[in-house]
């Protein structure tokens, strides 16, 4: 079972007795001592070394809608999906998308929703990629915490999904697949009560997860050519301005993309 | 207050430390699981850090989540195989000495059942197998975390040695990375023994 990280559900659990006061105030200013060192610096996008888009315009990249989950965060971390929140910023997020596909250069296929057994495929597909994108985050992004045979030249920067990658609908007629995920957990008043009275203690805690990933894949081999992932990501998805803003966050550094300036100024010639 | 300032305390006491991840180098025997039990890997691992239990040990490829070889290294009467996750609300399922074989899947799938907090576990093909040079049994199994939607399969090896559990065990997302790793896990778990103290 892979190692418990973040909140155990066993939060629910937080009862005090007198006896127990001395214990978890000594365990308070062990966490304020260890918080109290400078955080690890995170890198937030990586290229397969050798990788380049092909210049030409010609690649076809498969893009399908932005995966999409938002709901509000516990007190102890729990995820609590919120179904009209999702909806929304499913809305704003595709609408966003429209709006920066033109700002890639390249070909892109937008795939519709399939329906059933190939629905089921791209569904594990997308979990398949978030997972992968996660464990990037993790064991690469995180210096610190690189894994050591992920450390040596050459090995840099190697994960895949694998050559079934082949099978999700529509990859037969592209060259790439370009996946997107985003997970916004609000805090809840219990959350942000929590993190207050834990800054006070030197303790950091955070309140609200906002990750995004966006993969570029190898549609033949499901080798992962470019990542952009972050678990503390801008824009409110709720908002069409803020879907807008995490659109660009996502896409931003997109290997071949045509800078901004460019497509202004190119927008301001027509 | 006191329950939120313990809540915050809590929280922070089970963000992930900062992991030492080491290197398991190929063909020399490393004990795990702070326990006797040995194996020699004939290719590089990395040991993580971080423990999902007391006795056990969790080496990986890519991450833990992507490709997960657990070492349970002498779990004891009334210990779970896993770190509780609510003592009070959740308890997990303990380990006794008195179990078959047989009752060791049930035990895993229960402690899965409960930890991960769905009903998506399956335990597939039980058979005998010789695991650490006692008789034991292999067993084959499937889940799906509800935290990422991953379906992963698994493969574990278990006896019970001196009255105590010993168990390693492979999971892995279904696509692609099951297939991928299977076959360098069980050469790893194939090298398993119980060496002697003060060897």
Known sequence: MACPDGDPAGIGGMFMTRRLKRPVAAALWVCALGFAAPAMAQEKSATREGFTLPASAKARILLFRPRVRVGSQSTGGMFEPNADWTEQSKRNLVTALGAAQNKLGHTIVTADEPVGPAAATLAAYRALFATVADAVITYQFFPGNRLPTKKRKGAAFAWTLGPGVRDVPGAADADYILFLDTEDQFGSTGRKVAQLFAAGLGVGITSGVHSGFAGLVDARTGDLLWLNADRQMGGDVREAAGAAKRMAQLLEDFPGSVPAVKVAAAGAAK | ?199
Do not use: C
């Open chain 2, 1 to 199: 207050m006191i329950r939120t300032v313990t809540a915050a305390a809590l929280i922070a006491l089970a963000t992930p430390a900062i992991a030492g991840n080491t290197l398991v180098p190929a063909g020399v025997p490393a004990a795990v699981a702070k326990s006797t039990l040995t194996v020699t890997p004939a290719a590089e691992w990395n040991r993580l850090g971080a423990r999902p239990g007391r006795a056990a040990e969790t080496w990986t490829l890519d991450g833990d989540t992507l490709n997960d070889l657990t070492f349970y290294g002498g779990i004891e009467t009334g210990q779970p195989i896993v770190r509780e996750v609510s003592r009070k609300s959740k308890p997990l399922p303990h380990f006794s000495s008195t179990m078959l074989p047989t009752d060791l899947p049930a035990l895993l799938e229960a402690s899965y059942r409960i930890s991960l907090d769905t009903p998506l576990v399956e335990i597939g093909t039980v058979e005998p197998t010789t695991f650490a040079g006692a008789s034991g049994v292999h067993f084959t199994y499937s889940f799906t975390n509800p935290a990422d939607d991953v379906r992963r399969r698994g493969e574990a090896w278990a006896a019970v040695i001196d009255r105590r559990l010993y168990m390693a065990s492979f999971e892995a997302p279904a696509l692609h990375f099951f297939d991928a790793g299977i076959e360098g896990a069980r050469k790893v778990v194939a090298t398993a023994k119980l060496v002697p103290q003060g060897r």
